[in-house]
Structure formats: structure tokens, C-alpha cells
């Protein structure tokens, strides 16, 4: 839906990832997009206009003047919702850094308003050449974005950094971008942290959960243009990115209004905080004294749960997310959870994995979703993974 009536040109330079770009085309207009490409005389050796023109639905582009007819290559520039060069080679990199302007392509990137992403393609030594990276702080200097080259077998035989961003992944980048270019401010609603449950003035019963994975998750609504409010359990961690209202609470309860203050405003609301089931019953006025007894008992009642009771409100345009911690069962367990809680994901967290779960940098996780689907999300730091989650929510 994303990529629905957008008007893309395509420009294709001279290098061997150009066999690739005819899958580029067919995804994005299988999508919905409108694509114009532009394909240098490089770019004719390696794949033809024919092949091009068929997928796009559109004559291709060759030069400033094809069939004695002359390309306005500012009309071009302004239908543009986007400009994407891929591929970009290393040649075709330093003319545009340099502001050069000897072909279609190179008269279009100057002419055009809207933004470009170039995704480059070439050898390894000649990626990490100083003067191709040179060309690249330019590039992104001037606004441009660049979509990295990815790591994997090269043409020349060598094995390293320098082939082109694969087709689904340029898709899944320009997606992002016109998701980002929506209005702003819907908003959302996050948990993070743990509780802390008073037993009396000083001591507590909580648990080990840092806020991390919550205040990643905050930041990555954030980024992709929500107006987020972090409802944050007591945590050494915190976040002062510009799009993100931090509401301080302590316990269950306090947790538990701030929710119901702000869910009915919230699109989405991922609940990521690891709320305490169990709180004392009262709370010891005066520090509870150790006295002759050997063994203590505390009265405990359950907590009210969050995510259910947010479950049973929600509105038919809300998203509403949950978390799982499983030790054993974990899918079934989790699928019972999204039932019973109503939610639309439920993002399934095992402590099995090394370097998944609590006071971990890294997390791997499982997204289950109301229509049954089931993603499995690789180990990864917690921000790849929170934006990977949004990411999925967001576009699903
Ligand atoms: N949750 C909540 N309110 C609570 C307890 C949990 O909102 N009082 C939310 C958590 O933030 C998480 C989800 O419910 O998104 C699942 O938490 P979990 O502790 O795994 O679920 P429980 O309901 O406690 O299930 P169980 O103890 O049976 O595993």
C-alpha cells in the first residue's frame, strides 16, 4: 500500500548488479508504484531496454534525445515522488558528487525536487577506495541517501562488501521512506520496565527488567514520525529523543491509570513493560522489623493485567501489542495469550536463546499476530530489533 501510485524513477548505470534491476522494477510496480526508468550506456551492456521497457510498462529512457525526440529532463525531476539509482557505479558516483552532467541520468538527479537514494554496486577495494567514500560523505552531505552495498560474493570472484542492495531490500527501503514522509503525529503508547511493589517504606518486590527493550521500541515509533509516551517503570535507562514524553511510575497500579490516561488517544500501544502479577496486599506504614519469628508471610493479590484490560477497549483502527516470556511451551503459550488478552501481536521473548531476554544489548524474538501469521525476528542489539518490530507492525 506504501508504494501505491508513487512515481518513481529508476535510474540504472553501468554495472554488473544492473542484471538485477529488472526484479527492482517488477516488485516496485507490482506494488503499485509508477516507474520511468533511466538507463545509461553503461547500464545497455549488462541488460536491455526490451527486457526494462516490459516490466515498467513504460519506454525506457536512453538519453537526452531518443527517436529524434528530446527527454525534458526537468518535467521528469518534478513528477518524481522519488529517485532511486540503483545500480550506482563507482563512476556514476563521482559524477554526481561533482555535480557533472553528461547523460539523462545525471541531468534528471540535477533537476529533480524530490529526494534520492542511491544504492551502489561495485568491487570491494574499489568500495572501500578513500576517494569512492569521499564521494559518498559528499553524496550524503548533499542530502542524498545512500542504501549500503551488502556483504556477499562479488562478480570479480572476491568476497566482501560491494554488491548491491538485494531488489526486496531497496523495496522495503523506499516503503520506510513514504512511510516516514506521512503526516506526523499519530501517537503511541508504550510500557517499559519493571514495577517495583511496595511491601513498606523501603523494600520492594520487583523484578530484572531493565526498560531497554521498551525504550528501544519508544525510539523506533518515535523515528518513524509517532508521538510517543513512554509509561516507564523505575529504570536506570532512559531516553531523550525529541519525540518521546516519558511518564514516570513505580508500581502495577500507578502503571495501570497512566495506560487508561493515555490509550484512548494511542493508534498503537505495545506493552513491553514486565508488570508484577502479585502485589501486597498492604503496605507496612513503618519499616517491618525482624523480630523472633524465623519465617514471614506476605498477603499478596494479583495485579489488574494491563494488555486485558486495554484488550477489551480497544477500537477497531487501535494496534495493540503484548509481550510473552516463555520458558516452556512458548507457542502455544503465547498464541493463548494474544487470545485472552485480545491483543493483535504478541511478541514472544524465550530465555533460552544465549544473549536473548533481560539486561541483554542483543534480543530474538517471535511475532505472532491475530491472523495467525508467525515471524521469527534472527538475535540481533535491541534497537535493530525494536525497529524490525515496528517495522513489522507498522507495514502488516
Ligand atoms: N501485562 C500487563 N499487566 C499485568 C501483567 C502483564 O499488562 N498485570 C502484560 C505485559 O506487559 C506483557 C503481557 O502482559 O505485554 C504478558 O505478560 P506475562 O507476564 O508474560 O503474562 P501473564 O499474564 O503474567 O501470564 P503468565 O504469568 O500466565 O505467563
Known amino acids: 500500500m506504501l508504494l501505491q501510485g508513487k512515481k518513481i524513477v529508476l535510474g540504472i548505470s553501468g554495472s554488473i548488479a544492473a542484471y538485477k534491476a529488472p526484479e527492482l522494477v517488477r516488485q516496485l510496480v507490482k506494488k503499485g508504484a509508477e516507474v520511468q526508468v533511466i538507463l545509461t550506456e553503461g547500464g545497455q551492456q549488462f541488460v536491455t531496454p526490451l527486457a526494462l521497457a516490459t516490466v515498467s510498462r513504460r519506454e525506457v529512457m536512453l538519453s537526452m534525445t531518443d527517436n529524434s525526440q528530446w527527454h525534458n529532463h526537468v518535467a521528469l525531476g518534478l513528477w518524481a515522488d522519488l529517485f532511486i539509482i540503483a545500480p550506482c557505479s563507482a563512476n556514476l558516483l563521482g559524477k554526481m558528487a561533482n555535480g557533472l552532467c553528461d547523460n539523462m541520468l545525471l541531468a534528471t538527479y540535477l533537476s529533480a525536487r524530490c529526494e534520492t537514494a542511491i544504492a551502489p554496486a561495485m568491487d570491494l577495494d574499489m568500495w572501500q577506495h578513500p576517494a569512492v567514500q569521499h564521494n559518498i560523505s559528499r553524496l550524503k552531505a548533499n542530502g542524498n541517501y545512500i542504501i549500503d552495498p551488502e556483504t556477499g560474493e562479488l562478480a570479480s570472484g572476491l568476497t566482501g562488501q560491494g554488491r548491491m542492495a538485494a531488489p526486496e531490500n531497496i523495496v522495503s527501503w523506499a516503503e520506510r521512506y513514504f512511510y516516514q514522509q506521512r503526516p506526523p503525529l499519530q501517537t503511541a503508547l508504550v510500557t517499559a520496565g519493571p514495577t517495583y511493589e511496595p511491601i513498606d517504606p523501603v523494600r520492594f518486590i520487583g523484578n530484572h527488567s531493565t526498560g531497554k527493550m521498551g525504550i528501544a521500541l519508544a525510539e523506533a515509533l518515535a523515528d ?173
Open 224 to 396: 518513524a514520525g509517532y508521538s510517543v509516551r513512554l509509561v516507564l517503570g523505575p529504570s536506570s535507562c532512559s531516553t531523550r529523543h525529541p519525540g518521546i514524553e516519558t511518564i514516570p511510575v513505580t508500581d502495577a497500579a500507578s502503571m495501570y491509570e497512566a495506560c487508561h490516561r493515555y490509550f484512548p488517544q494511542a493508534e498503537i500501544a505495545i506493552l513491553a513493560a514486565a508488570v508484577a502479577d502479585f502485589t501486597p496486599v498492604s503496605v507496612a506504614e513503618q519499616k517491618i522489623k525482624k523480630g523472633t519469628d524465623e519465617t514471614m508471610q506476605l498477603h499478596l493479590a494479583q495485579t489488574r493485567d494491563i494488555l486485558a484490560s486495554l484488550g477489551k477497549i480497544k477500537t477497531g483502527t487501535q494496534k495493540l501489542v503484548g509481550f510473552a516470556l516463555e520458558t516452556n511451551d512458548a507457542l502455544d503459550n503465547a498464541r493463548a495469550k494474544l487470545e485472552r488478552k485480545q491483543a493483535d501481536y504478541i511478541v514472544l521473548n524465550t530465555l533460552q536463546d544465549a544473549g536473548a531476554g533481560f539486561g541483554h544489548d542483543t534480543n530474538k524474538v517471535t511475532i505472532l499476530s491475530r491472523q495467525g501469521t508467525v515471524t521469527e525476528l534472527p538475535l540481533q542489539s535491541k534497537k535493530d530489533i525494536a525497529r524490525a518490530i515496528v517495522n513489522h507492525i507498522l507495514i502488516s
